[in-house]
């Protein structure tokens, strides 16, 4: 973790030397939010979400704890700017764009079967392709 703060810090100050319409749009809020009243309480939970999730993009075979069957909300932030919020299951679907408040985060290898719940281990999953998933695996 130490490391990746270190690397992040250095991608960050390189950033800042960038002219403005190449930067990283996050990277010049985080500095908003790093810079000005930076104790109210939506900055703190904007920071700590941040850098979370870049952690989480970062190293996507974190395991965040045992037995975690749920997908956290930083995850599934990071599986979803991954797959750009489009379904990887096409079972019902062609790759569907899901909103952010329309989609499953669905185990690659089931949850179930020792599939471990990482963004890497993680997909975007539409409502319609998410249940149908399932019924693949059953032999009729
Ligand atoms: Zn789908």
């Given amino acids: 973790m130490a490391n990746w703060f270190i690397a992040f810090e250095v991608l960050r100050r390189a950033d800042e030397e960038l002219p403005v319409e190449d930067r990283d749009p996050e990277l010049i809020t985080y500095h908003e939010k790093t810079s000005h009243s930076t104790d109210a309480k939506d900055s703190l939970e904007w920071r700590h979400d941040f850098l979370l999730r870049k952690f989480l993009e970062a190293y996507p075979d974190i395991e965040l704890k045992d037995d975690q069957r749920l997908f956290t909300h930083d995850q599934r932030m990071a599986i979803y700017r991954r797959d750009k919020g489009m379904c990887q299951l096409n079972i019902k679907c062609d790759g569907a764009k899901c909103d952010w408040d329309n989609w499953e985060a669905d185990h690659i290898k089931?949850?179930?079967?020792?599939?471990?719940?990482?963004?890497?281990?993680?997909?975007?999953?539409?409502?319609?392709?998410n249940p149908s998933k399932g019924d693949t695996h059953v032999v009729i």
């Fill in 110 to 129: 089931p949850w179930a079967k020792g599939g471990r719940t990482t963004v890497i281990n993680g997909q975007v999953a539409c409502l319609a392709c």
